[in-house]
């Protein structure tokens, strides 16, 4: 099992930027696959950015350009650095760890969520 703790959300004005960060613990982190999703209520929740064991990324397109995901694996943590807030970039944004084991089979772990408000 994966444990995941989200931190660095909040408040910040338009233009601003945040940096969240995501814990996690419980495995090896360094084959986990590692994403950021966003949900706002009424709506799924949506992916952000992920970035896989290897590093490779890949970004929604609404924040290419102004989001980087990285990844620390000596320190089990994940980033989201946002930059160039904008009010419709508001939601709760949740970590998520997955992989594929040797069978086939998904596995996914979900953070707890870290509310992002973007607003003057």
């Known amino acids: 099992q994966v444990q995941l703790v989200e931190s660095g959300g909040g408040l910040v004005q338009p233009g601003g930027s945040l940096r969240l960060s995501c814990a996690a613990s419980?495995?090896?982190?360094?084959?986990?696959?590692m994403g950021w999703y966003r949900q706002t209520p009424g709506k799924q929740r949506e992916l952000v950015a992920t970035?896989?064991?290897?590093?490779?990324?890949n970004y929604a397109d609404s924040v290419k350009g102004r989001f980087t995901i990285s990844r620390d694996n000596a320190k089990n943590t994940v980033y989201l650095q946002m930059n160039s807030l904008k009010p419709e970039d508001t939601a709760a944004y949740y970590c998520?760890?997955?992989?594929?084991?040797?069978?086939?089979?998904?596995?996914?772990?979900w953070g707890q969520g870290t509310q992002v408000t973007v607003s003057s």
């Open positions: 419980g495995s090896i982190f360094s084959i986990w696959n």
């Open positions: 970035i896989t064991s290897g590093d490779n990324t």
């Open positions: 998520n760890a997955m992989r594929r084991t040797l069978s086939g089979r998904e596995l996914n772990y």
